[in-house]
Structures are given as structure tokens and as C-alpha cells.
């Protein structure tokens, strides 16, 4: 039984886990005793600018790693960014579009599934061929 595995192109998954990881050691440098020059003043102000910029960050770094596409014989598992997963048929798929290394599923209302290219996806040629058989036309 075959099946595929798409993670998401997120071009900003980088700097994100970036500001997740400096707010976080930001935050940890102002819990612990540790005295350190070039802070906000007040104080109290760095742990609270810190905590506020890992929550979301980190959060978002979170939901970046699991948003995936799961192709198989009986049909597509999304799991998007924020929302719940969703269960698809092929039928549910307009079209998928390929430019270069990129590739690009829309969905029949005419929206973007999902985006993704050969740098983050080996087995790209594979996936789309899959998806020709099942049905889903390609677009160049």
C-alpha cells in the first residue's frame, strides 16, 4: 500500500523557530540569577517581552512541523496549520500545479491545499505521479 507524506513549504519556519529560540533564552537568562547587561528597564519588563514573544512563536513553530498532507489508497489526510484534520478524496483535489521544483494542490473551490518542492520532499516526482493516477490532472 503505498503512501506519501507531504510536510508543508513554510519560507518563515525559520525565523520563527529563530525568535522561539532567543525569547526562550531571553526568558531563561532573566528567571536565573544571573546578571546581565544591555536589559529594558524596568526590569520586570524583560521576562514579561520575552514571555510574550515565545508563546506565540514557539506555538507557531509547533503547528508549522506538523501541518502535513498524508496521501494513501483510500484517500488524503490534511492536517493544516490551525483547525482540525480533515479527511479528503481524490475527487476533493482540482488540480496539482508544478513549476520547477515547487509544486502546488488546489483544492475543486479553487484554493491552495498545500504547497511543497523537492527540497523537503525527496519522492516529489513520486507523489505527483501518484496523484496523476488517482485521478488529479497536472498543470504546468
Known sequence: ???????????????????????????????????????????????????????????????MNRCNLVLNEAGLV?????????NLTYGDIQKISIGGKAYSIYTTDGRTLIRFDDDYNS????????LKSKGVKAEL
Request: hydrophobic content about 60%.
Open 1 to 63: 500500500m503505498n503512501t506519501y507524506k507531504i510536510r508543508a513549504d513554510f519560507r518563515l519556519a525559520l525565523p520563527v523557530a529563530f525568535v522561539a529560540v532567543l525569547s526562550a533564552a531571553w526568558l531563561i537568562l532573566n528567571i536565573l540569577p544571573i546578571p546581565v547587561e544591555g536589559q529594558l528597564e524596568p526590569e520586570w519588563l524583560n521576562p514579561v517581552v520575552a514571555t510574550i514573544l515565545l508563546i506565540p512563536s514557539g506555538i507557531l513553530a509547533f503547528k
Open 78 to 86: 490534511f492536517t493544516p496549520l490551525f483547525g482540525a484534520t480533515r
Open 123 to 130: 519522492n516529489a516526482s513520486e507523489i505527483v505521479t501518484f
